[in-house]
């Protein structure tokens, strides 16, 4: 009993710095991340006002995240750690990374936001072929 007490109490002392902020891989098998890296607070606001007018986004099941210098954006009301998010990010400057479902980098843009591109690699995924059957 003591043992299974100090394991509990050490799971919790653990779990208290994230303050209920999730990861990268607690959104695996229920979202397809895109992640957006802008240089500027301004660039970021622009592509999350784009995200968030895009229609398509929750019927492909996507979380979306866009980092700025001083500023995280997303369609989830829940916090993530935002280097969960930055550890995409493999350039300077700017990129979008999409990720899968199963956790694993789909594609990559370095010139700007082509969410079309990324809604067409999406949607021939055989995980959203099935989704869109099942509909």
């Not at 050490?10 to 695996?28: E, H, K, M, P, R």
């Amino acid at each position: 009993m003591r043992k299974f007490l100090l394991a509990s109490l050490f799971s919790t002392l653990i779990g208290a710095g994230s303050a209920g902020a999730a990861t990268l891989d607690d959104l695996q098998w229920d979202y397809r991340v895109i992640a957006v890296f802008t240089p500027t607070d301004t660039a970021g606001e622009q592509a999350a006002g784009e995200l968030s007018n895009t229609v398509g986004i929750a019927g492909r099941d996507i979380a979306w995240f866009v980092a700025s210098p001083d500023a995280m954006h997303s369609n989830l009301s829940q916090p993530i750690e935002r280097s969960s998010i930055t550890a995409l990010h493999d350039t300077g400057g700017f990129q979008a990374v999409l990720v899968g479902k199963d956790g694993g980098v789909k594609a990559r843009q370095s010139e700007s936001l082509d969410i079309k591109a990324f809604f067409d690699e999406i949607d021939s995924m055989p995980m959203r072929q099935q989704e869109m059957q099942q509909q």
